[in-house]
């Protein structure tokens, strides 16, 4: 099963990523009525998704454990005139963390865990959210054939992962929009079969 560590991201980063499509992921942008409040996004790369939503007037602020995203997200945002809060951090740590959110975002981190990682990474999106917050997230599917790239992810799997302490609005068919590039990895057309998921955390 394919996990991705900092230096598989390094080295992505190196290159060209096949994420970096220099906009928001269209499964965003379609439910942005329904992503309120201040919004953490985690695991933000070079900062499309958090653009979008300051652009809409929220308080966004984006975390990534890579230095080099961060610091290209924050240039982005000074020549675009728009205001947002990048921080170079781990996504696993975020249970040590004093912030409070009203909306989660994650678009391709999610799957980069292990099982363990998961858990932990599901335990700390819950520490930063508001009571009755919510989490939305774009993650590869099991419906996406093949095994390079981004480890796939069953509905079922979802279910387990977010039984507790969780309400799941919703598990639906999405895609996660990548670059073309024939000479990477072939992904199926339209962009690797995802699933958009939408949680409510409960009240404690
Ligand atoms: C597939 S990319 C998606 C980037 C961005 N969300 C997008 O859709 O354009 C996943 C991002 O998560 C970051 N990442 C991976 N593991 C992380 C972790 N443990 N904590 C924070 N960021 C992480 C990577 O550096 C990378 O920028």
Request: aromatic share 12%.
């Amino acid at each position: 099963m394919p996990v991705h560590g900092r230096s598989s991201f390094e080295n992505l980063y190196a290159g060209q990523p096949r994420w970096e499509i220099g906009r928001p992921q269209r499964a965003f942008m379609d439910v942005a009525d329904q992503i309120t409040g201040s919004i953490l996004d985690s695991g933000c790369g070079t900062g499309e998704n958090a653009f979008f939503f300051a652009s809409l007037g929220h308080k966004v602020t984006g975390i990534d454990f890579l230095a080099e995203p961060i610091s290209l997200a924050k240039q982005k945002a000074a020549d675009r005139g728009l205001t947002a809060t990048f921080l170079v951090m781990d996504a696993l740590t975020l249970k040590d963390w004093t912030e409070r959110f009203d909306s989660v975002i994650d678009s391709g981190l999610f799957h980069v865990f292990s099982d363990e990682d998961r858990r932990r990474y599901v335990d700390g999106v819950a520490s930063v959210l508001k009571p009755n917050g919510r989490f939305f997230f774009l993650c590869f599917s099991d419906e996406e054939p093949g095994t390079q790239g981004p480890r796939r992810v069953s509905r079922k799997e979802i279910e387990e992962v977010f039984a507790v302490g969780w309400a799941v609005e919703s598990i639906e068919p999405s895609r996660y929009e990548v670059r073309p590039d024939p000479n990477d990895i072939s992904f199926s057309d339209g962009g690797p079969k995802a699933w958009f998921v939408v949680l409510r955390r409960l009240g404690r």
